[in-house]
């Protein structure tokens, strides 16, 4: 290889500065003259021995050949094969079989570059160097095809040293003035010959011998010396000298001599390149030839004296001009008809309409994706003033991701905190005021010395533009965009999107906000995201053309239009929506007890209830019933289920009073309203003994169930399914009482009735099956539950699905059993499973996968894993008082298990802490009798015990039995253990 580099260019220099690299190759005409079959062919070559100049650039009058880099590396490599490669038509080979040295070559090329008038080279040269790869010797190479070429191998090495000896006369002041440097493996190669590139390990040991020597190391210093001199000058006169400055400098003398040769004087560089001035005239020039009935420029450029160009039509995103008839009856056609068409020249398009893309350039359009997390946080320390400001990483990491890595919308934000002084924290803050406030943020004007003069920079004001040129259009696009501005931005569902008169304009509809970037599809098509900055630039829109109101009430009607009943066959739609409908409630610019609000509003609590959010559902509860009262009645139908609605809602958040209270209320009006015997009535006192039920008031629970039972066998009849169920609630407190018998009588009734009512497989009767196999479980008939259990289980799976609430309980109740048998690695196995559907069904969150955790944890307890245990049993805690409150039931529950690991482990004085909280706070929410409150204060005895506490120990005890005997029954199973642990105290004191 050959490298010139010329001196740092002077004001009187015309020539660029630069360095050439040349490459060669040795052309040959080639005819084939085959005998037999491919492999073993016979081929004869008639070699012209013409040499070829190969370049990565053009020169005017000289021939030039369309080569890649990859076929320009082929043709010139180290000779290995000597298979000629094809470049178009023609056949090349090594240049080192005629021109092994071409340092004539690189001369010649170098002065038809910059003098090519005077061809006086020398004085314009900083640096030759000339690196050759050994010489080769007189062996001959017999493996290549190319045998008749072993010939002239013997006049390469000649030839290659008297070229040497001749250009080193030629140039010797270079030489003498270390200008001029040649390095070449002259010792040690001789023996390898040309087809035996395999021994590279020779090549290498000869090299490093080379270049140990301190001759040789003395010429590689000067040469260094050199470049590095060559570098501080030009760094002194500010001039960059990077490769690509180089190959550009290049590039733009030959468009100087194209123009200089041809008179062109409409050729221009961009806006924004400090060596050309006077654009603005320039591009008026292009504009009166380009339309002109002779089309001046089209015709130029599509001839064979237009040489070569580059055309650029930047943002080209309006279709019409392009594809559609001026509407001025003197121009007859379309932009694209005035497009030259040359095979020396090209036009590069930038659009953000796909489908402009498409037409434009049919297959030969390239997608810019966005920048990643990386680029964007370059791009903001590039345009900021005071780079420290990009910590906290964290921060300006948050202010990327708000501004979605979007390069326009980060370089305002660094002007805007350049220009204020501030931090990327308080401009983080600023996008996170409201949204007229950031929209205010978004529209500053600023400063882009990337962008033309003139152009509206603000990334509100440009997305403005595009959509008002798709608005005129596709009136659709606007519809839809108008519609997702009043909903989440992200995850819409296209079922969601309004209606259209055909699927083919709604998918047109998509492409087009596809192809201008304002959405991103997800997978499957199925859901879109809209760009948040194209959210609230929308937003502002419809608020600027008082149209927000509009909007958000039909994106309200459309909600309430698809959202379905939240039965749980519908959980995977209404889940979808979720977010959507909730942004769309908080709207506060819209009536909020309008008739399609409230039902959105009713439905969306019912769906949150379902998914055990009931604080959420509170609130939209408490919206329903109030709004009906006053539009309806206190007494109306629809306002008393809305009161029974925020009831349940307050009894699955542990608040019994005042379920009880609202559940009193709607009994007593109905029965006033309705009779006494309506059906509504009896749900109201169904839904009391629910609510005494979970207070632990088995008495008067069993009398409600008792009465409810017998009006609706009288009424609706023994085997109606309402029927059924209150029998099978009457049977759970029987469950919950020890009074196993009776229970499972009861359980064994409803299931025989509801499979011959409503068949084998129906939910109620598998609910039933169920619950009688937990009676099993209860009385330890471990084999019976465990064989029902799975017989639920398998026809849920089939019946209900994999996923399905009921499957999941039926798989945790059959873990319990393995728990109480001993059977750890199957009971945690079990857990998992459920524990890991849960979450991606229900969510973390939610009541039942909470219940899941803190089993699991019961397992890890019995075997003795502390510290598992109590991880879990922490984790369930901090999150049941996050979702469901501090005081929730389920809440308290998971704090006395965590107060009996600490017992287990002998940390007394926690458990006690502990234990005395749980007490006290289930007295106040659940009741001194509850037996919640009973079993926790049985365990703080507990502690006593263990600690040699006997009297504070017995007198808890013999509280806990009075207490458990009056509400429980003397035969209740906690009753009796209750009364044995009180043995036990007497046993250890020798009573």
């Known amino acids: 290889m050959t490298v010139v580099s010329a001196k740092p260019r002077t004001k009187n220099d015309r020539q660029g500065q630069g360095v050439v690299r040349l490459f060669e190759a040795r052309k040959y005409h080639l005819r084939y003259n085959q005998k037999g079959s491919i492999g073993g062919a016979e081929r004869e070559f008639r070699n012209t021995k013409g040499i070829v100049r190969l370049r990565s650039y053009t020169l005017l009058e000289e021939s030039n050949i369309l080569a890649t880099i990859y076929e320009a590396a082929l043709t010139t490599s180290a000779t290995t094969t000597f298979e000629p490669v094809r470049i178009g038509n023609r056949m090349f080979a090594d240049s080192g079989l005629g021109v092994n040295n071409p340092v004539d070559e690189v001369e010649g090329e170098a002065a038809n570059i910059w003098c090519s008038e005077t061809a006086d080279l020398k004085p314009l040269v900083k640096c030759f160097i000339s690196i050759r790869t050994g010489n080769p010797g007189i062996k001959a190479f017999e493996e290549s095809m190319f045998k008749f070429l072993s010939q002239t191998v013997v006049s390469i090495a000649t030839e290659t040293e008297e070229t040497e000896k001749r250009f080193i006369a030629k140039w010797r002041k270079h030489f003498d003035e270390n200008r001029y440097f040649r390095f070449n493996v002259d010792q040690g190669l001789q023996s390898i010959g040309l087809d035996e590139y395999k021994q590279k390990g020779a090549m290498e040991s000869a090299t490093n011998r080379y270049l140990v020597n301190q001759a040789q190391k003395n010429r590689v210093r000067d040469c260094i010396e050199n470049l590095n001199l060559k570098q501080k000058l030009i760094g002194t006169d500010k001039t960059e000298t990077t490769f690509a400055t180089i190959v550009n400098e290049f590039a733009v003398f030959s468009i100087q001599q194209q123009a200089a040769v041809y008179n062109v004087h409409w050729l221009m560089p961009f806006e924004r390149n400090p060596s050309f001035t006077g654009r603005e005239s320039k591009v008026a020039r292009i504009e009166d030839l380009l339309f002109t009935k002779d089309q001046t420029i089209r015709d130029f450029l599509g001839s064979k004296d237009g040489g070569q160009w580059l055309l650029v039509y930047d943002n080209a995103d309006d279709m019409d001009p392009w594809f559609h008839n001026s509407k001025d009856e003197h121009i007859t056609r379309c932009l694209v008809d005035y497009l030259p068409k040359s095979t020396q020249g090209a036009i590069v398009f930038t659009t953000r309409d796909r489908k402009i893309a498409v037409k434009l350039a049919r297959q030969n359009v390239v997608d810019v994706p966005l920048i990643d997390e990386s680029t964007a946080r370059q791009l903001l320390r590039n345009c900021l003033v005071d780079q420290r400001l990009l910590e906290p990483l964290d921060k300006s990491t948050a202010l990327l991701q708000q501004l979605t890595f979007l390069p326009l919308a980060i370089i305002q934000a660094a002007a805007y905190i350049n220009a204020n002084g501030i931090g990327t924290t308080d401009y983080l803050s600023l996008l996170n005021d409201q949204e007229e406030e950031v929209i205010d943020l978004l529209s500053e004007d600023f400063e882009d010395d990337g962008r033309y003069r003139g152009i509206k920079n603000p990334v509100a004001t440009t997305w403005l533009i595009s959509f008002e040129q798709i608005r005129r259009r596709h009136p659709l696009v606007a519809e839809y965009l108008s519609f ?109 007890h309008g008739e399609y609000r409230i039902d959105l509003a009713r439905k969306f609590g019912m769906c949150l209830y379902s998914d055990g959010r009931w604080n959420e559902a509170e609130n939209l509860d408490m919206l329903v019933m109030e709004t009906r009262k006053r539009v309806l009645g206190q007494e109306h139908p629809d306002t008393l289920t809305s009161i029974a609605n925020l009831a349940s809602t307050y009894r699955n958040q542990g608040r019994w009073n005042e379920a009880e209270n609202l559940d009193i209320l709607v009994m007593e009006t109905r029965k006033r309203v309705l009779g006494q015997e309506h059906p509504d009535i009896l749900t109201s006192i169904a839904n009391l003994a629910s609510t005494y039920l979970n207070q632990g008031r088995w008495k008067e629970a069993e009398d409600l169930f008792v009465l409810v039972i017998e009006t609706r066998k009288r009424v609706l009849g023994q085997e109606h399914p309402d029927t059924l169920t209150s029998i099978a609630n009457l049977a759970s407190i029987y469950l919950n009482q020890g009074r196993w018998k009776e229970a499972e009588d009861l359980f064994m009734l409803v299931i025989e009735t509801s499979s011959k009512v409503l068949g084998q497989e129906h939910p109620n009767t598998l609910t039933s099956m169920a619950n009688l196999a937990v009676i099993y479980r209860k009385q330890g008939r471990w084999k019976e539950a465990e064989d029902l259990f799975i017989l639920v289980i398998e026809t849920r799976k089939r019946v209900l699905g994999q996923e399905h609430l009921g499957t999941l309980t039926s798989m945790w109740n059959l873990a319990s059993i393995y728990q109480n048998q001993g059977r750890w690695k199957e009971a945690e196995d079990l857990f998992i499973l459920v524990i890991k559907t849960m979450k991606r069904v229900l969510g973390q969150e939610h009541p039942d996968t909470l219940t899941s955790i803190a089993n699991l944890a019961s397992i890890y307890l019995n075997q003795g894993r502390w510290k598992e245990a109590e991880d879990l049993f922490m984790l369930v805690i901090e999150t049941s008082s996050k979702a469901l409150g501090q005081e929730h039931p389920n809440t308290l529950t998971s704090m006395a298990n965590l107060a009996v690991i600490y017992r287990k482990q002998g940390r007394w004085k926690e458990a006690e802490d502990l234990f005395i909280l749980v007490i006290e706070t289930r007295k106040r929410v659940l009741g001194q009798e509850h037996l919640g409150t009973l079993t926790s204060m049985w365990n703080l005895a507990s502690i006593y015990q263990n600690q040699g506490r006997w009297k504070e120990a017995e007198d808890l005890f013999i509280l806990v039995i009075k207490t458990m005997k009056r509400v429980l029954g003397q035969e209740h199973p906690d009753t009796l253990t209750s009364i044995a642990n009180l043995a036990s105290i007497y046993l250890n004191q020798g009573r």
């Open 484 to 592: 997702m501005a009043c909903i989440e931005s992200k995850d819409v569902p296209q079922s969601l999107l309004p209606p259209s008169l055909s699927r083919k304009k709604e998918v047109d509809t998509i492409s087009t906000l596809d192809a201008y970037s304002f959405i991103i599809r997800r997978p499957a098509d199925v859901a879109l995201d809209i760009h948040r900055l194209v959210h609230l630039a929308m937003r502002n829109w419809l608020r600027e053309e008082n149209l927000l109101t509009q909007w958000s009430e039909k994106a309200i009607m459309r909600l309430a239009e698809v959202f379905p009943s939240h039965d749980y066959q519908n959980r995977s739609i209404w889940k979808k929506y979720l977010t959507h409908t909730k942004y769309a409630l908080d709207s506060d610019i819209i009536d909020k």
